[in-house]
Structure formats: structure tokens, C-alpha cells
């Protein structure tokens, strides 16, 4: 297998801030949490979505999620991904840091953006998300290989509620708890220019309400359920935001028609409706 092309090793996990990995957002000296205490702190240190980027990108505060992140980036590669390096830290939200929409979703793919290092970059689920941002004109290009090759986003920007990848892409409430400070702190640094949220599943519906709830915005009651389509308001004290449901863009839904292209791209549709 051909060494990191950044540091020489032929199972460098994870990257070093600062190794030269494109799009990194952070440095050697980019403070690093600990512990859930010290995300709390740490996320509402951050003077803009730049500076909370990289302090989530080399986060270590939930110890099962590091250790396999880490695992993943190194022993347990599929053999289709063998000969490249892994990004293997967590991943911080990606997009365009004036957008006046947000998309949500769950948490890194282990071999899709904890191998990228950008959140649905390099498996199918991104497939679908990136090709309906092209059609939507969100994306300037219809798919997402790797950090570095020349993706941009415009008004949209799309972060998680879990930033690292989680065994069974089933994080624990705890873990959940813990990384829903980073998400705190993306929705208060961009409510002034928001319009409209979109969720991806279930879990980043839940999570959305509770980070909302969390930083003081006003939340309907009784609180909506989750579906496809689904829309309702959140009042943030710079206006109201646009929320919006939609089944995620897992290979469980796309291979088994629950989530249509059609479908997807209609609700791309409804993020974009002037408030």
C-alpha cells in the first residue's frame, strides 16, 4: 500500500491539523476538547463557523467515537479503500459560511467522510445529496470524491449532530449530548442570516429541536413529528426559520424506493421557498 502522501505512514490516523490536508480547518494549536465540559466551552468560544470548524475537527471528547474512528481509519478499511489514507478524525461542517441554508444530518459514514474528511463526501449517500444540490443549484458540481476536488457550495451549508463516526451508525445519547454543543454554536453563529433548515432522518429532526431549545429559540408545541415533508417554524429573535423534514439519503432508503429522487428533490424545493 502507497504511504500518507502527508506524513509518510502507511496508516496515519488521524490526519495532524495542519498536515496539509486539504480543507483542514485546523492547526497545531487549535484547542482541543477533552471532555463534555470543555466542548461546551470550547464551542461557545468560537468567534465564527471558520474558528468552530476546526476546534470540532480535532475534538476527543467521547472516547468509544475516537477510539473507532481511529480503528476504522486503520485496521478495519474495506479493501476497496485500502491504498488510500483516512482522514479519521471528526468531521467539521462544510459549506458556505454566509448560507442562508443549513442542511442536518446524522453523523459521518466510517469509509465515506471519516475517510474524506468532509461530511458526505466519497459514498452513495452522498451521491444523492450532492447530485440534488447540483440540480437545485446549491453545488456546482454533481458529486463529492474527496476533499480538494473543487466542490463548492453556495447558500447552503451542511453539518451534523455527531461529528465523528459512530459504531453502527448508532451514536449513544450520551455521545449525542456531548457534540450537540458544536451544533449549538452553528445555529446561534448563523441565525442572523438563516431561512431554513432541512433535516436528514429522524435523528437530526430530534436534534435540531433540542439544540433550538437549547440556545433559547422558540420551538412549536406540542413539538412536530419527524416525516417526509414536513414543514414548521422555529422563531430564532432575527426572524423565523423554515424547518423541513426529509428522509435521509441512506442506501436504505434510496435502494428501497422509500426516498425517491423526485422526492428529494422536492423537498430541496421547499428549503428554497421565500419565507
Known amino acids: 500500500m502507497d504511504p500518507h502522501p502527508l506524513t509518510g505512514d502507511r496508516f496515519a490516523s488521524p490526519v495532524p491539523p495542519g498536515s496539509g490536508w486539504p480543507d483542514d480547518p485546523a492547526t497545531p494549536v487549535t ?14 468560544q468560537a468567534v465564527d ?9 480535532v475534538c476527543g471528547a467521547c472516547p468509544r467515537l475516537v477510539s473507532w474512528r481511529e480503528d476504522v481509519a486503520t485496521a478495519h478499511r474495506r479493501a476497496s479503500f485500502g491504498h488510500e489514507p483516512y482522514w ?7 459549506g458556505d459560511p454566509h448560507a442562508r441554508h443549513v442542511i442536518v444530518g446524522l453523523a459521518p459514514a466510517a469509509h465515506g467522510a471519516n475517510r474524506t474528511g468532509r461530511m458526505f463526501t466519497g459514498d452513495r449517500s452522498g451521491e444523492w445529496l450532492y447530485a440534488a444540490l447540483h440540480r437545485a443549484g446549491f453545488a456546482n ?3 463529492a470524491v474527496a476533499a480538494g476536488d473543487g466542490l463548492e457550495l453556495t447558500d447552503l451549508r451542511i453539518t451534523a449532530p455527531v461529528h465523528c463516526a459512530p459504531p453502527a451508525n448508532k451514536p449513544t445519547t450520551q455521545e449525542k449530548a ?7 454554536r452553528e445555529l446561534e453563529l448563523s441565525a442572523h442570516r438563516l431561512e431554513s433548515i432541512l433535516a436528514l432522518g429522524v435523528i437530526g429532526w430530534q436534534s435540531l429541536f433540542a439544540a433550538a431549545t437549547r440556545i433559547g429559540w422558540q420551538v412549536p408545541r406540542p413539538r412536530p413529528k419527524f416525516g417526509h415533508g414536513v414543514v414548521t417554524t422555529l422563531e430564532t429573535g432575527h426572524g423565523p426559520v423554515r424547518l423541513i423534514g426529509c428522509y435521509h439519503v441512506s442506501q436504505q432508503n434510496t435502494f428501497t424506493g422509500k ?15 421565500p419565507r
Open 31 to 44: 484547542p482541543c476538547a477533552t471532555g463534555p465540559d470543555s466542548v461546551r466551552e470550547l464551542a461557545a
Open 49 to 57: 463557523l471558520s474558528d468552530l470548524a476546526a476546534r470540532t475537527s
Open 88 to 94: 479519521g478524525r471528526p468531521v467539521p461542517a462544510f
Open 141 to 143: 458540481r454533481p458529486d
Open 178 to 184: 456531548t457534540c450537540g454543543a458544536w451544533l449549538d
Open 259 to 273: 426516498l425517491t429522487v423526485e422526492m428529494l428533490d422536492a423537498a430541496m424545493a421547499l428549503m428554497q421557498t
